[in-house]
């Protein structure tokens, strides 16, 4: 009998981390799904019984997301983990000038520092994972705006830069583990964090087309195996190729008239 496989989800409460928790659960994975409230995460995946374990952790805090992770490491009986998803969150549009210094501190808190505390909360299991025969994998959630700098989306846009630069970097680290690190990058995505930012005008312009459900199958994919960067979409597919060959400029100067910045001063 196959032993069953084990995962962490951060931002399990809603969204991207809701819906991969879902489809883990319901491919007989036993989940961690971890959020800041436990009662929430509790409500949030009650349908999926035993198969998921709720925690709660701020993942900026080291210390509690590893206690959290022990804890459920001890509650599943086991000294390995097969997968470890960050998609916890936090995103901001508006002019970069009006954003508050305590916002700052907290995207960057949560989309940065977070996605590393877990990662190194968790190797100690990854590891095991990987010597005891198995493919342990960690997937990070990119975005579509880290592969060029979104006006409006300055510091989110910056922070998911960051997604993509670590992960590319862990997954050369972690190889001499036998730790698979990937990335998946979607576009606009209809979850609760869009929700009245409709009229950004990149969101206007672009839509929202994507599911958190059409995310979290990318997400499984990526566990299992396939690119470093997992884009999503053909459009976005095609939108990156075309960034590749364009001078940096003129890219700028298409973003700033999207964005409503080709104006000047004044």
């Known amino acids: 009998?196959?032993?069953?496989?084990?995962?962490?989800?951060?931002?399990?409460?809603?969204?991207?981390?809701?819906?991969?928790?879902?489809?883990?659960?319901?491919?007989?994975?036993?989940v961690g799904a971890l959020d800041l409230d436990r009662r929430t995460v509790r409500a949030a995946t009650a349908d999926l019984g035993h198969a998921v374990i709720p925690l709660?952790?701020?993942?900026?805090?080291?210390?509690?997301?590893?206690?959290?992770?022990?804890?459920?490491?001890?509650?599943?009986?086991?000294?390995?983990?097969?997968?470890?998803?960050?998609?916890?969150?936090?995103?901001?549009?508006?002019h970069f000038e009006e954003q508050a210094a305590t916002g700052i501190e907290l995207v960057l808190a949560v989309n940065n520092a977070g996605v590393a505390h877990c990662c190194q909360a968790a190797f100690p299991w990854l590891r095991s994972c990987a010597q005891a025969g198995g493919r342990p994998a960690v997937v990070n959630l990119s975005s579509a705006s880290s592969v060029a700098g979104i006006p409006s989306m300055a510091v989110y846009s910056?922070?998911?830069?960051?997604?993509r630069g670590f992960t590319e970097a862990l997954s050369v680290e972690w190889s001499r583990f036998g730790i698979a690190v990937r990335d998946v990058m979607p576009p606009f995505v209809r979850t609760p964090m869009l929700?009245?930012?409709?009229?950004?005008?990149?969101?206007?312009?672009?839509?929202?087309?994507?599911?958190?459900?059409?995310?979290?199958?990318e997400v499984l994919k990526a566990a299992e195996g396939g690119p470093l960067h997992r884009l999503v979409t053909?459009?976005?597919?095609a939108a990156c190729a075309l960034v590749r060959v364009t001078p940096?400029?003129?890219?700028r100067a298409l973003l700033a008239v999207i964005g409503g910045y080709a104006t000047g001063p004044g």
């Open 248 to 251: 940096g400029r003129w890219v």
């Open 195 to 217: 929700d009245g930012r409709q009229q950004n005008r990149f969101i206007a312009l672009l839509g929202v087309t994507l599911t958190a459900d059409d995310v979290a199958r």
């Open 158 to 163: 910056a922070s998911k830069f960051w997604v």
């Open 1 to 30: 009998m196959t032993a069953r496989r084990l995962a962490v989800v951060t931002g399990a409460a809603s969204g991207i981390g809701n819906a991969t928790v879902r489809r883990l659960a319901q491919q007989g994975w036993t």
């Open 234 to 237: 053909f459009n976005f597919k």
């Open 56 to 94: 709660a952790a701020d993942v900026s805090d080291f210390r509690t997301v590893r206690w959290e992770l022990e804890r459920f490491m001890h509650q599943a009986s086991a000294t390995r983990l097969d997968l470890l998803v960050n998609s916890a969150g936090l995103l901001y549009m508006g």
